[in-house]
């Protein structure tokens, strides 16, 4: 008779009970974040489900269709334009070298700093009709106002522009990020088959890319639907103007959460679109051991026409509206070096580094789970993560103000009643909510920057890390991070510089006395007070290139170059 003894134990692998724990805890804390997007979104549908329809039916009789078609052909322009410059100048500086090659490299980032707005209030200071270009022409020509045509810089054209030189570093980011990854191999292979460089490129290199540039267009999408302050000094009516004058101008707020709607069925729309062109697209590196695509060094007509198509932008979105500024800040009364600046310059920059913490933190538990659980669950999380980005800033920032206000005065309630103690205002008067309203607006621009980097990472990686006894937080914090250390730089990088940048939410939700440096442009702008906004808005862009310089030399240092 065999006994318990005797009987041979069941083999179970030592981390199998951790696995299944550090799964839950992934799983968990993704749907958290998933959680906290999805609440200012729902707060404003039951707000537009309650609210009457009278302000819709009129805005569908008059200025709605208008709204739509604007948006969706200012999308389409930025689109084009960011996808052209952003792949296009990515590739010049990762497989050529000429003149100004690696300075270019950096500097291509730099107008991400910029706030769109300001370009367009440089910009009108320039071009408009009263401006210095426009002024001098008519002294040295002698024509009137009407004997000349000059393009109006107050158009769609003009604010697609102006999105298209501060948001074409989203594609140049993660684009040149995915080919300094990508192996020769493949390029070399190509290219001893008959193709010519171009033809390697775009039958090789491009499609290995994907990924990382669809992310890269869809942030410069959804982040152009949500644009306010450009199209709104330019005169241009978009589904964001319709909702801020709904909210804000005319106090119809379920009006403005209906028109919100109307811009969340656009984030959901592009974001399936955004998963049908990457499709199956994958490409897989071969680690440390890989080696990159040498530069070609170019001569003559093309080296200079490679810097000339890598400075343009350069000088259109940075150099020439530093100028500009530069000249409408002097002799304004703004003293950078008062204890108000300083202060100012301060909440600035925490305001912004635990936002991009938090953010990035969130878009890796997002991104991991969907690597650990891929399935409907999983993908559904990442759709609601990535919608908050397509939404104005004032409305996350309402819709989040609205139940922690509500939560805030119950607990006072309950506090004052049976202790007789106040608790006040404990998060909607602190910096939390604030962080919370920035994570919801910029997951999808970490996510964005993560997963073009988690998608060169095979999966037989995490395979060889389960054989070797590593849990999953183990094989993230051992295998995944160190190799997607540039991405991580990059998702860093543009979550830190977008709430720099960031107004509406700003103003909404700051405690008291906690004012930031966009807020203190606003206000000057809203004075009509340019020369003086122009001093706090040259600040936003000095603060933000440092974090800049950084990454573009981290991410060289990583490829190795």
Request: net charge positive.
């Given at each position: 008779?065999?006994?318990?003894?005797d009987?041979p134990?069941?083999?179970?692998?030592?981390?199998?009970?951790?696995?299944?724990?550090?799964?839950?805890v992934v799983g968990?804390?993704?749907?958290?974040?998933a959680?906290?997007?999805?609440?200012?979104?729902v707060?404003?549908?039951?707000?537009a489900?309650?609210?009457?329809?009278?302000?819709?039916?009129?805005?569908?009789?008059?200025?709605?269709?208008?709204?739509?078609?604007?948006?969706?052909?200012?999308a389409a322009?930025?689109?084009?334009?960011?996808?052209?410059?952003?792949?296009?100048?990515a590739?010049?500086?990762?497989?050529?070298?000429?003149?100004?090659?690696?300075?270019?490299?950096?500097?291509?980032v730099?107008?991400?700093?910029?706030?769109?707005?300001?370009?367009?209030?440089?910009?009108?200071?320039?071009?408009?009709?009263?401006?210095?270009?426009q002024a001098t022409?008519?002294?040295v020509t002698?024509?009137g106002?009407?004997?000349?045509?000059?393009?109006e810089?107050?158009?769609?054209?003009g604010?697609a522009?102006?999105?298209?030189?501060?948001?074409?570093?989203?594609?140049?980011?993660?684009?040149?990020?995915?080919?300094?990854?990508?192996?020769?191999?493949?390029?070399v292979?190509?290219r001893?088959?008959?193709?010519?460089?171009?033809g390697?490129?775009?039958?090789v290199?491009l499609?290995m890319?994907?990924?990382?540039?669809?992310?890269g267009v869809?942030?410069?999408v959804?982040?152009?639907?949500a644009d306010?302050g450009?199209?709104?000094?330019?005169?241009?009516?978009?589904?964001?103007?319709g909702?801020?004058t709904?909210?804000?101008?005319?106090?119809?707020?379920?009006?403005?959460?209906?028109?919100?709607?109307?811009?969340?069925?656009f984030a959901l729309?592009l974001?399936?679109?955004?998963?049908?062109?990457?499709?199956a697209?994958?490409?897989?590196?071969?680690?440390?051991?890989?080696v990159g695509?040498?530069?070609?060094?170019l001569?003559?007509?093309?080296?200079?026409a490679?810097?000339l198509a890598?400075?343009?932008?350069?000088?259109?979105?940075?150099?020439?509206?530093?100028?500009?500024l530069l000249?409408?800040?002097?002799?304004?009364?703004?003293?950078?070096?008062s204890r108000?600046?300083?202060?100012f310059?301060?909440?600035?920059?925490?305001?912004?580094s635990?936002?991009?913490?938090?953010?990035?933190?969130?878009?890796i538990?997002i991104?991991?789970?969907?690597?650990?659980?891929?399935g409907?669950?999983?993908?559904g999380?990442?759709y609601?993560a990535?919608l908050?980005?397509?939404?104005?800033?004032?409305?996350?920032?309402v819709?989040?103000?609205?139940?922690?206000?509500?939560f805030?005065n119950?607990?006072?309630?309950?506090?004052?009643?049976?202790?007789?103690?106040?608790?006040?205002?404990?998060?909607t008067?602190?910096i939390w909510?604030?962080?919370?309203?920035?994570?919801?607006?910029?997951?999808?621009?970490?996510?964005?920057?993560?997963?073009?980097g988690?998608?060169t990472?095979?999966?037989?990686?995490?395979?060889?890390?389960r054989?070797?006894?590593?849990t999953?937080?183990?094989?993230?914090?051992?295998?995944h991070?160190?190799?997607?250390?540039?991405?991580?730089?990059?998702?860093?990088?543009?979550?830190?510089?977008?709430?720099?940048?960031?107004?509406?939410a700003?103003?909404?939700l700051?405690?008291?006395?906690?004012?930031?440096l966009?807020?203190q442009?606003?206000?000057?702008?809203s004075?009509?007070?340019?020369?003086?906004?122009a001093?706090?808005?040259?600040?936003?862009?000095?603060?933000?290139?440092l974090?800049?310089?950084?990454?573009?030399?981290?991410?060289?240092?990583q490829?190795g170059?």
């Amino acid at each position: 008779m065999t006994t318990s003894e005797d009987r041979p134990a069941v083999s179970v692998p030592p981390d199998s009970a951790p696995r299944r724990r550090d799964g839950r805890v992934v799983g968990g804390l993704a749907q958290v974040v998933a959680l906290v997007c999805l609440l200012p979104m729902v707060a404003v549908a039951l707000a537009a489900l309650t609210g009457g329809t009278d302000t819709v039916a009129h805005l569908l009789d008059t200025v709605l269709p208008g709204y739509a078609l604007t948006t969706l052909k200012l999308a389409a322009l930025v689109a084009a334009g960011t996808l052209v410059i952003g792949v296009g100048t990515a590739w010049l500086v990762t497989s050529a070298r000429f003149p100004g090659a690696r300075w270019l490299e950096i500097a291509l980032v730099l107008p991400l700093a910029f706030p769109a707005y300001v370009l367009a209030y440089a910009y009108t200071f320039v071009l408009d009709h009263p401006g210095i270009v426009q002024a001098t022409l008519r002294q040295v020509t002698g024509w009137g106002p009407r004997d000349y045509w000059f393009p109006e810089i107050r158009s769609e054209g003009g604010a697609a522009l102006m999105l298209v030189l501060v948001l074409y570093p989203y594609v140049y980011l993660l684009a040149r990020a995915a080919f300094l990854q990508q192996s020769a191999a493949a390029f070399v292979a190509a290219r001893t088959l008959g193709r010519t460089q171009f033809g390697a490129f775009w039958s090789v290199s491009l499609p290995m890319a994907r990924p990382a540039i669809a992310g890269g267009v869809l942030l410069a999408v959804m982040e152009t639907i949500a644009d306010y302050g450009t199209v709104a000094h330019f005169g241009v009516p978009t589904f964001a103007t319709g909702i801020y004058t709904s909210w804000f101008s005319l106090a119809d707020r379920a009006g403005a959460a209906q028109l919100a709607l109307c811009l969340l069925s656009f984030a959901l729309v592009l974001a399936v679109l955004e998963r049908q062109t990457r499709g199956a697209a994958r490409y897989h590196g071969a680690g440390k051991r890989h080696v990159g695509l040498p530069p070609r060094q170019l001569s003559g007509g093309r080296a200079i026409a490679a810097t000339l198509a890598c400075a343009l932008p350069v000088v259109l979105g940075f150099a020439l509206p530093v100028v500009i500024l530069l000249a409408m800040g002097i002799g304004s009364e703004q003293d950078l070096l008062s204890r108000r600046y300083t202060g100012f310059i301060r909440n600035s920059l925490i305001l912004a580094s635990v936002s991009a913490v938090v953010t990035l933190a969130a878009a890796i538990c997002i991104s991991f789970y969907q690597r650990l659980r891929p399935g409907r669950r999983a993908a559904g999380t990442a759709y609601v993560a990535r919608l908050g980005y397509a939404v104005p800033g004032g409305v996350i920032a309402v819709g989040l103000m609205v139940p922690f206000a509500a939560f805030d005065n119950a607990l006072d309630a309950v506090m004052r009643a049976r202790f007789d103690v106040s608790t006040g205002l404990l998060i909607t008067g602190s910096i939390w909510l604030m962080v919370a309203a920035f994570m919801v607006r910029f997951l999808a621009a970490a996510l964005g920057a993560y997963e073009g980097g988690q998608s060169t990472i095979h999966a037989n990686m995490d395979a060889a890390a389960r054989s070797l006894g590593q849990t999953p937080w183990g094989t993230l914090r051992r295998v995944h991070l160190p190799i997607l250390t540039p991405s991580l730089l990059t998702a860093l990088l543009i979550v830190f510089v977008d709430v720099m940048k960031e107004l509406p939410a700003t103003l909404i939700l700051r405690p008291f006395n906690f004012d930031t440096l966009a807020v203190q442009a606003f206000r000057l702008a809203s004075d009509e007070r340019l020369e003086g906004a122009a001093v706090p808005s040259l600040v936003i862009l000095a603060v933000g290139l440092l974090p800049v310089i950084l990454i573009c030399r981290q991410v060289g240092r990583q490829a190795g170059r």
